[in-house]
Protein backbone atom coordinates (compact mmCIF):
# COMPACT_ATOMS: atom_id res chain seq x y z
CA UNK A 1 0.00 0.00 0.00
CA UNK A 2 1.25 4.01 -0.60
CA UNK A 3 3.03 5.70 2.21
CA UNK A 4 1.67 8.64 3.05
CA UNK A 5 4.34 10.90 4.92
CA UNK A 6 3.02 13.97 6.99
CA UNK A 7 5.08 16.98 8.22
CA UNK A 8 4.68 20.55 9.53
CA UNK A 9 3.68 20.24 12.94
CA UNK A 10 5.36 21.31 16.21
CA UNK A 11 4.62 23.56 19.14
CA UNK A 12 2.41 26.75 19.21
CA UNK A 13 0.78 28.89 21.27
CA UNK A 14 -2.68 29.36 21.71
CA UNK A 15 -4.30 31.23 18.96
CA UNK A 16 -1.23 29.94 16.47
CA UNK A 17 -1.13 28.82 13.41
CA UNK A 18 0.19 25.23 11.64
CA UNK A 19 0.24 24.21 7.98
CA UNK A 20 0.54 20.42 8.09
CA UNK A 21 1.65 18.68 4.83
CA UNK A 22 0.78 15.02 3.56
CA UNK A 23 2.41 13.74 0.70
CA UNK A 24 1.22 10.64 -1.41
CA UNK A 25 2.73 8.85 -4.22
CA UNK A 26 1.22 9.90 -7.42
CA UNK A 27 -0.48 6.73 -8.46
CA UNK A 28 -3.30 6.96 -5.78
CA UNK A 29 -3.28 10.71 -5.04
CA UNK A 30 -5.43 12.00 -7.62
CA UNK A 31 -8.17 9.22 -7.42
CA UNK A 32 -9.17 9.35 -3.88
CA UNK A 33 -10.52 11.39 -1.61
CA UNK A 34 -8.22 12.61 1.34
CA UNK A 35 -8.64 12.69 5.16
CA UNK A 36 -6.97 14.67 7.73
CA UNK A 37 -7.40 12.56 11.46
CA UNK A 38 -5.87 13.20 14.91
CA UNK A 39 -5.75 11.42 17.53
CA UNK A 40 -5.51 12.80 21.19
CA UNK A 41 -3.60 10.99 24.10
CA UNK A 42 -6.24 8.57 25.53
CA UNK A 43 -8.83 9.34 22.50
CA UNK A 44 -10.03 7.61 19.57
CA UNK A 45 -8.98 8.69 16.34
CA UNK A 46 -10.86 11.08 14.77
CA UNK A 47 -11.75 12.22 11.18
CA UNK A 48 -10.97 16.48 11.30
CA UNK A 49 -11.15 17.54 7.43
CA UNK A 50 -12.30 15.61 4.13
CA UNK A 51 -11.26 16.83 0.65
CA UNK A 52 -12.99 14.84 -1.98
CA UNK A 53 -11.07 14.02 -5.72
CA UNK A 54 -13.57 17.22 -7.02
CA UNK A 55 -12.01 19.46 -4.13
CA UNK A 56 -15.06 19.85 -2.09
CA UNK A 57 -14.84 19.79 2.08
CA UNK A 58 -16.14 18.39 4.99
CA UNK A 59 -14.80 19.47 8.43
CA UNK A 60 -15.72 18.25 12.19
CA UNK A 61 -17.70 20.73 13.88
CA UNK A 62 -14.90 21.26 16.28
CA UNK A 63 -12.76 22.75 13.45
CA UNK A 64 -14.87 24.12 11.36
CA UNK A 65 -14.26 28.13 10.68
CA UNK A 66 -10.75 27.59 12.11
CA UNK A 67 -8.92 24.92 9.66
CA UNK A 68 -9.06 24.49 5.81
CA UNK A 69 -8.10 21.32 3.88
CA UNK A 70 -6.88 21.92 0.52
CA UNK A 71 -5.12 19.69 -2.17
CA UNK A 72 -2.23 20.32 -4.40
CA UNK A 73 -2.53 17.03 -7.28
CA UNK A 74 0.49 18.54 -9.49
CA UNK A 75 2.50 18.06 -6.23
CA UNK A 76 0.43 14.95 -4.69
CA UNK A 77 0.05 16.62 -1.69
CA UNK A 78 -3.29 17.61 0.21
CA UNK A 79 -2.57 19.80 3.34
CA UNK A 80 -4.38 21.36 6.47
CA UNK A 81 -4.56 25.18 7.25
CA UNK A 82 -5.15 25.70 11.08
CA UNK A 83 -5.52 28.38 12.65
CA UNK A 84 -6.40 29.94 16.25
CA UNK A 85 -5.24 26.54 17.82
CA UNK A 86 -6.29 25.55 21.02
CA UNK A 87 -4.94 23.13 23.84
CA UNK A 88 -7.73 21.48 22.78
CA UNK A 89 -6.38 20.73 19.35
CA UNK A 90 -3.28 18.91 20.39
CA UNK A 91 -2.74 15.32 18.84
CA UNK A 92 -0.85 13.42 16.44
CA UNK A 93 -2.24 14.39 12.81
CA UNK A 94 -2.38 11.92 10.51
CA UNK A 95 -3.59 11.85 6.81
CA UNK A 96 -4.78 8.94 4.95
CA UNK A 97 -6.96 8.09 1.70
CA UNK A 98 -10.96 7.52 2.56
CA UNK A 99 -14.23 6.35 0.92
CA UNK A 100 -17.43 7.54 1.97
CA UNK A 101 -19.83 4.66 2.80
CA UNK A 102 -23.00 4.00 4.73
CA UNK A 103 -23.17 7.75 5.41
CA UNK A 104 -19.25 8.44 6.60
CA UNK A 105 -15.86 8.31 5.76
CA UNK A 106 -13.80 5.58 6.65
CA UNK A 107 -9.65 5.25 6.30
CA UNK A 108 -8.35 2.80 3.61
CA UNK A 109 -4.68 3.23 3.27
CA UNK A 110 -1.92 2.10 5.73
CA UNK A 111 -1.32 4.92 8.74
CA UNK A 112 1.89 6.67 8.30
CA UNK A 113 3.99 8.07 11.82
CA UNK A 114 1.70 11.27 11.65
CA UNK A 115 2.82 14.63 12.79
CA UNK A 116 2.56 15.71 16.50
CA UNK A 117 0.97 19.10 17.25
CA UNK A 118 1.19 20.45 20.30
CA UNK A 119 -0.40 24.24 21.42
CA UNK A 120 0.55 25.16 24.66
CA UNK A 121 -2.27 26.99 26.99
Known amino acids: QAQLVESGGGLVQTGGSLRLSCAAP????????MGWYRQAPGKQRELVAAVTRGGSTNYADSVKGRFTISRDNAKNTVYLQMNSLKPEDTAVYYC???????????????WGQGTQVTVSS
Open 96 to 110: NIISYSISRWIPEGN
Open 26 to 33: GSIFSFNH
